[in-house]
């Protein structure tokens, strides 16, 4: 595709309901990263993927977050018996190399969790 | 004490004003720098790179300083549609991006 495409959108999730949410980099990007962003604060690392292989999951919160990209495009988030504190923006991005770090990412719109 | 620090603002600015936003890293092994921009409500996007000899990018400046890990933008001759959130971010070569909370930058008629 031409972008990062996130889905859904919005999600309002019901106290200690499961949610999955769903990321499509862009065609051939190698490296997918989650990021968590509270509202007023910067986009937190939560974990990152090249290709298939998990290379760091260590900004996961809590083992209620579980993230999966099983053959190397798309990725999906999911998150466990949610707390409000889960609410936030969970943004996707892609770069195209192996995330030497020197790398533009490429995020996508975000999903906003509201969890009641 | 995080690990990447901005000033969070807001600056409030009259068009064609000059103003300068800056950030501190704690992570010494840190390779490399951006600045990233996002409006109200949408996703981050690369606004430029950080190079150690500094870079210009029409309006925009941004300087690094390793010796005192110190980053800084600085926006000439603001326009209104420079109106957001700057983004500083810090990278070591595991790949992983660190964010600072973003300094806002409001600029006016």
């Known amino acids: 595709g031409a972008g990062v495409s996130q889905s859904p959108r919005y999600k309002v999730a019901k106290r200690g309901q499961d949610v999955a949410l769903r990321c499509d980099p862009i065609?051939?990007?190698?490296?997918l990263f989650w990021y968590q962003q509270a509202l007023g604060q910067g986009p937190e690392f939560l974990t990152y993927f090249q290709n298939e292989a998990q290379l760091d999951k260590s900004g996961l919160p809590s083992d209620r977050f579980f993230a999966e990209r099983p053959e190397g495009s798309v990725s999906t988030l999911k998150i466990q018996r949610t707390q409000q504190e889960d609410s936030a923006v969970y943004l996707c991005a892609s770069s195209r190399g192996s995330g030497t770090g020197y790398e533009k990412l490429f995020f996508g719109s975000g999903t906003q969790l509201s969890v009641l | 004490r995080k690990e990447v620090e901005q000033d969070p603002g807001p600056f409030n600015v009259p068009e064609g004003a000059t103003v300068a936003f800056n950030c501190t890293y704690s992570n010494s092994a840190s390779q490399s720098f951006f600045w990233y921009r996002q409006d109200c409500r949408k996703e981050p996007k690369l606004l430029m790179s950080?190079?150690?000899s500094g870079n210009e990018d029409g309006r925009f400046t941004a300087q690094l300083n390793r010796a005192s890990q110190y980053i800084s933008l600085l926006i000439r001759d603001s326009k209104l549609s420079d109106s957001a959130t700057y983004l500083c971010v810090v990278n070591t070569n595991a790949g992983k991006s660190t964010f600072g909370d973003g300094t806002t930058l409001t600029v006016k008629p």
């Open positions: 950080v190079y150690s």
């Open positions: 065609s051939g990007h190698v490296s």
